[in-house]
C-alpha cells in the first residue's frame, strides 16, 4: 500500500520486488473472511517476518487455545516459507505447532488468471 501524505518516514519501507514506497499490511482472517488478526510494517520487511511479527504480537491466543481442539490450518501463498515459519514461532512459543498447521495454496495456472482478471474486471465495470 502505497503512503498517504500523513504517513510518517519511520513507517516508510521500499518493496523491491513491487518498486514501491510505503507499508505492508498483514491480515489473518477466518474461513467467512472476517478479520481475526492485522499488523502493518515496513514495506521492505519480508511476508515471513511480518508474519511473525504478527503471530508474536498476539501469541496469547495460541497459549490460550486449548490443545484438545483441531490445528488451525493456515493458508499460506508461495511468497511465505513455511519452514522458517516453524522455526521461528516456535522460538516464541515451542508448543505452537502442537495448534496450528501451514499449508501453501495451490499456484494458480496462467488460464485461471486470465479467467479470474475477466471475471473480476467485468464485475468491477458493472
Same mark, same amino acid.
Given at each position: #500500500? ?51 511479527? #504478527? ?41 505452537? #505447532? ?29
Amino acid at each position: #500500500m502505497k503512503n498517504t501524505c500523513n504517513a510518517s518516514v519511520e513507517s516508510k519501507g521500499f518493496c523491491f520486488y513491487k518498486c514501491t514506497n510505503g507499508i505492508k499490511r498483514h491480515l489473518a482472517v477466518d474461513i467467512l473472511g472476517f478479520p481475526f488478526f492485522t499488523h502493518c510494517t515496513k514495506a521492505n520487511i519480508s511476508d515471513d517476518q511480518g508474519l511473525i511479527e #504478527m503471530f508474536e504480537k498476539n501469541i496469547d491466543y495460541f497459549k490460550s487455545k486449548p490443545a484438545s481442539l483441531p490445528k488451525t490450518t493456515i493458508l499460506l501463498d508461495n511468497g511465505y516459507h513455511p519452514e522458517k515459519l516453524t522455526q521461528a514461532l516456535e522460538d516464541i512459543y515451542p508448543q505452537i #505447532m502442537t495448534k496450528i498447521q501451514f499449508e501453501l495454496s495451490a499456484k494458480p495456472s496462467k488460464a485461471e488468471k486470465e479467467a479470474f482478471m475477466t471475471i473480476w474486471i467485468c464485475a468491477c465495470c458493472r
